[in-house]
């Protein structure tokens, strides 16, 4: 059982349309992260929050707005997305601060599979 | 730049035999090491991590890997696979107690078990 709950587990929007991923931990983790990932590829780093601030925006376009609204919570807000944004998108959180080492391991939750008409 | 390298694309093992899925790292020191597996449609699970210490590291569904500092590699083992091992395989690394580090993970091995 994943304890990282991704929500929902499958989107279909069209283009015009404003939607959101939601990523909820209760871990105690206070870094998460948002990845996308397309098919047959490792996933991609787009966003990271830190102590729910932004750290860390890989130049992903505006039409993604990531929020952390508390530190078990993430969202990822969708608007005017192309077909080309299309993929399996992972939330993940990691442990950090509090003297324990940043050793980069993440816990992932099952992903959202989105796809844009 | 740190790198991680999953050599193979995609490996058939029947069911039943031993398996080795290979991963080199290029670090300027010994890096965190991760193996994650993926099945069809669904997230990343982590099936062990080296960290430091017994280069030998044990990790759920009977995996094994052995991390080679001679040889920059944390190779995944099992004995003999079943075929829900079928999956994709990610190795990842991740430079030691940085801040703002990310994990930089390899291209994968697609895993295919045949009967």
């Known amino acids: 059982d994943t304890e990282v709950t991704q929500t929902p587990k499958h989107l279909v929007m069209g283009m015009t349309n404003k939607k959101s991923l939601k990523c909820e931990q209760h871990m105690g983790h206070r870094a998460m992260y948002w990845y996308k990932q397309k098919a047959k590829k490792p996933p991609e780093l787009m966003f990271v929050?830190?102590?729910?601030?932004?750290?860390i925006n890989e130049s992903v376009p505006s039409r993604f707005s990531p929020e952390c609204p508390n530190s078990s919570l993430l969202n990822l807000h969708l608007h005017a997305l192309q077909p080309e944004d299309s993929a399996l998108y992972l939330c993940a959180s990691s442990q950090v601060g509090g003297g324990i080492p940043n050793t980069g391991e993440l816990f992932f939750g099952e992903g959202s599979r989105l796809t844009v008409l | 730049a740190q790198s991680v390298t999953q050599p193979d694309i995609h490996i058939t093992v029947s069911e039943g035999a031993s398996l080795e899925l290979r991963c080199n790292y290029s670090y300027g020191a010994t890096p965190y090491l991760f193996w994650y597996v993926q099945s069809p449609g669904q997230g990343l699970q982590l099936l062990l991590k080296y960290f430091s210490g017994d280069t030998l590291v044990q990790g759920i569904k009977g995996f094994e890997a052995e991390f080679k500092r001679s040889q920059s590699s944390f190779n995944l083992r099992k004995p003999s696979v079943h075929w829900s091992d079928a999956a994709e395989y990610f190795c990842?690394?991740?430079?030691?107690?940085?801040?703002?580090?990310?994990?930089?993970f390899g291209t994968g091995t697609r895993l295919t078990i045949i009967p």
């Open positions: 990842a690394g991740h430079r030691s107690n940085f801040g703002n580090e990310k994990l930089t």
């Open positions: 929050y830190s102590y729910e601030k932004l750290s």
